[in-house]
């Protein structure tokens, strides 16, 4: 997977681990991503095809298709290199070759913002969706939603526009929304970057408050808009965390030669001003030993 700020909180919770183990001499970690999400499926294949032939112990990888991919693990796990997933939206059937999978529930995590809708609004709103690139995760994230608030008559989704994961398609999608529906009064976007921009259309119109705008993912910037009043949920999927399980599972099966359970989850909370007081910024980067 392209990196992200999800992905560089995932890689801070891997760095730590390797810290509490002893450091460089106990491991080194090598980070190679695709150039671009559109990119991905071209370019993972390649860099598996490298890394197998590097003296590598252990590959922890994302993947968009992990049946597009499986003969690429298959040919890894071949060759004795166990593969590690993580935050894989589906697990195929037909992959006996990883290890485990260290990952949370997209479509749960997005069915908990549905339920937060359904507690805060009390009345009649109008709703616009802000969606990421086709595939499974957007997929999941737009049903877990779609199916929490189904049934709720004070919900109504008028608009559900495609915003490519980023903070400048974002505010542009609800930029064209709020022109084609001035009465929206709640956003949710599948990722944080997309709901920003949402903050940054929604209040270049004047209206933060009038329009309650969600998020996903809890990143850095998304929590400080929570905390300046403007962005007013999301919902943390633990990436951080991911990183650490992560590599306790490898040091479990690699170092120690003990089994690990086929999948791990971690668990999701959706924060917003009443509770991100209570989230430790420190989940957001990397802390060295000592700090």
Known sequence: MVMNTSYEMVLAGIKEEIDKNGGESWATLTVQAPSSNTATLQEQPSILETLSQQNIDAIIMATEDQEAMLPYIKEVSEKGIPVFLFNMATLS?????????????????????????????????????????????????????????????????????????????????????????????????????????AVAAVKAAGKLDQIKIAGYDNTKDGRQSILNGELTATVDTGSKAMGTLVLQAVKKFVQDGQTVDRKIDVPTTVYDKSNMSTFDPKNYEYVPPGK
Request: charge should be negative; aromatic fraction near 12%; hydrophobic fraction near 35%.
């Open 93 to 197: 059937e037909n992959d006996q070759y990883y290890v485990t999978c260290v990952t949370f529930d997209q479509y749960g995590a997005s069915h908990q913002i549905g339920e937060w809708a359904n507690k805060t609004f009390t009345s009649p709103t109008k709703v616009a969706v802000l969606q990421g690139f086709p595939g499974v995760v957007n997929d999941q994230r737009l049903n877990g939603f779609m199916d929490a608030i189904k049934g709720n008559s004070n919900l109504s989704v008028v608009a559900s526009q495609q915003a490519d994961w980023t903070r400048a398609k974002g505010q542009t999608v609800t930029e064209n929304i709020l022109q084609a529906n001035p009465d929206v009064g709640f956003i949710y976007g599948l990722y944080d970057e997309m709901a920003l921009g």
